[in-house]
């Protein structure tokens, strides 16, 4: 199946998009050049999830000013998230494809192998570099395949600090620190013999989300702190079996007696909401917002006194945050027009308006940070602590098998170790019979 997919994108790489354009006449009737006028004009096509409960409106506003400029008209489709990978696949199988398409690290590997996704290391400048300040964060498998549009929202450690003042404790910085503090806030706080406040508010049912939300929220952090990744640089097998992602999985296991007893049964957002979020554990982590002191006033009213760290440090610093991009497709006919266009939506003038019906991080050094104070250093001084998935082929396929060899191991059905080498050999035999297939 996989090779047949991917000969079906090897074809429609050489399909044409769908660009609108015909040439016009001199009639002198104004009714006739307003129409000749109109045909003239370029389509872009691209193809998003829904970013906002109004993704194309708020789009279309902010847009009227570059497409008139341009004489260029940007159409949208709006993709539902629950389906948003499988109509790409159906579309690139069909023949069709975007001028410009919004992806997410896991999508990548596929299209950029099958030659879809155009390489733009030689139409940005170093000034580009300079004023969008996530463009690195764009660069994969040895080019620049995107512009990154939603970014500066990582998943973060969330503390009570209520709790940690009762037991004489601040702010964590290390794995040590937080496996003291956890070991010391789980306690019976009522004398009925039961735990009724937990070190950390960890779920690991994926509940209506897949399992890479429970890497996002848990594991990619220690991971990475740990010093270790989920390919090896050359990304021809997985790595994270190796020592680094053994001491990773080894220590989150060490946490177990400081999560709620029904951390299997229970997600990841519902151990938020209804265990940290109401006060009774010491930590929970959740993805940030730059609204999050607004939203938690008005959803988490019990939650009174919180902070947060971006990341813990181990051997290093890591947190996952997300670098969903824009991307131009090698099937468009335009893509100078493509890549200044998504060039103008992740600018200034385009985000400064947009943030402000959709909170997020500022994308280009010229755009103001809008949100709320207590959370401006995630995007400032602790730009450097949070990261995107490293890209690799059959992303998807892999971690969903790494997580849930992680929920084997918290359910005490397998050593660390071990589940650890069984998710990897079928990582490395996915990825084996992808790179023959792709000689």
Not at 5 to 20: D, E, H, N, R, T
Not at 61 to 78: F, G, R, S, T
Not at 124 to 150: C, K, W
Not at 330 to 339: G, Q, V, Y
């Amino acid at each position: 199946m996989k090779k047949k997919l991917l000969s079906l994108l090897l074809c429609a790489s050489m399909v044409s998009a769908l660009v609108v354009g015909c040439g016009g006449n001199k009639n002198s009737d104004t009714e006739i050049k307003t129409e000749t006028e109109e045909k003239e004009a370029t389509t872009l096509t691209m193809w998003l999830p829904p970013l906002d409960q109004d993704t194309e409106g708020n789009f279309s506003k902010l847009l009227a000013d570059w497409e008139e400029e341009n004489n260029c008209k940007v159409e949208m489709e709006i993709i539902p998230w629950a389906n948003y990978e499988e109509r790409w696949a159906t579309g690139v199988a069909g023949g069709e494809t975007p001028d410009i398409g919004y992806m997410y690290v896991e999508m990548y590997p596929t299209y950029i192998s099958s030659g879809l996704v155009m390489d733009l290391s030689d139409m940005v400048t170093s000034a580009d570099y300079d004023e969008y300040v996530f463009l690195n964060r764009g660069e994969m498998m040895d080019g620049l395949y995107g512009v990154p549009i939603v970014t500066g929202v990582p998943f973060v450690l969330y503390y009570n600090q209520d709790i940690l003042d009762s037991i004489s404790e601040t702010a964590p910085e290390t794995w040590e620190d937080f496996a003291r503090i956890c070991e010391k806030a789980t306690q019976d706080t009522d004398g009925d013999g039961k735990i009724d406040q937990y070190g950390y508010a960890v779920g690991l049912n994926s509940g209506d989300m897949s399992n890479l939300y429970i890497l996002n929220s848990y594991i990619y952090s220690l991971l990475w702190q740990a010093g270790g990744d989920i390919y090896t640089d050359d990304l021809s097998e997985v790595a994270f079996n190796n020592e680094a992602g053994v001491e990773a999985i080894e220590f989150f296991k060490s946490l177990q007696p400081y999560m709620p007893e029904n951390v299997m049964s229970i997600s990841g957002t519902d151990a938020f909401s209804t265990i940290f979020a109401e006060g009774k554990a010491a930590f929970g982590v959740t993805r940030s917002s730059s609204s999050n002191e607004t939203t938690f006033a008005s959803d988490y009213p019990n939650l009174k006194n919180w902070d947060y760290v971006t990341s813990l440090k181990n051997v290093d610093y890591g947190t996952f945050g997300a670098a969903d991009c824009l991307s131009v497709m090698t099937t468009s006919e335009n893509p100078e027009l493509a890549l200044d266009l998504i060039k103008y939506i992740t600018g200034s003038e385009f985000m400064t308006e947009y943030h402000k019906v959709a909170p997020g991080a500022p994308l280009t050094k010229s755009e103001p940070y809008v949100g709320d104070p207590k959370m401006e250093r995630i995007v400032t001084e602790d730009r450097d602590k949070w990261r995107p998935l490293q890209a690799g082929p059959c992303g998807s396929e892999i971690l969903e098998n790494y997580a849930a060899h992680i929920q084997s191991v918290i359910e005490g059905k397998m050593d660390v170790k071990a589940a650890l080498d069984e998710s990897a050999k079928y990582g490395n035999e996915v990825l084996k019979e992808y790179y023959e297939e792709n000689k």
